[in-house]
């Protein structure tokens, strides 16, 4: 499976982006997909997630409230809806999936395909 993930850039604090995360896999539906960031001299960490089990979805304290992670009705693209973004949301997203999978997966082991990563700089 091949991830593209998509619609990172510069922004000022307070609005929003839509990440995309589209796959090659034309069963993507049977996929549990999740966005992670990585901010400049540290870990990549998890983000949120949408299961492939009704579309179940999990999110990091840190953007709950504030983000929402969602798939395309043909299954073939997974946002990542982040408003009022922070400076401290700067970082490098990476998409990642893995075929079914149950529950919260908020571990980077838990997936085998990872998308390039997409920028995100949000300005004070």
């Known amino acids: 499976v091949q991830l593209q993930a998509s619609g990172g850039g510069l922004v000022q604090a307070g609005n929003s982006l839509i990440l995309s995360c589209a796959a090659s896999e034309s069963t993507f539906s049977a996929y549990s997909v999740a966005w992670f960031r990585q901010a400049p001299g540290k870990e990549r960490v998890f983000v949120a997630q949408?299961?492939?089990?009704?579309?179940?979805?999990y999110y990091a304290d840190s953007v709950k409230g504030r983000f929402t992670i969602s798939r395309d009705k043909a299954d073939n693209t997974v946002y990542l809806q982040m408003n009022s973004l922070k400076p401290e949301d700067t970082a490098v997203y990476y998409c990642a999936a893995r075929r079914l999978g149950y529950g919260l997966l908020d571990t980077q082991l838990s997936y085998d395909y990872w998308g390039q990563g997409t920028q995100v700089t949000v300005s004070s």
């Open positions: 949408i299961s492939w089990v009704s579309r179940v979805t």
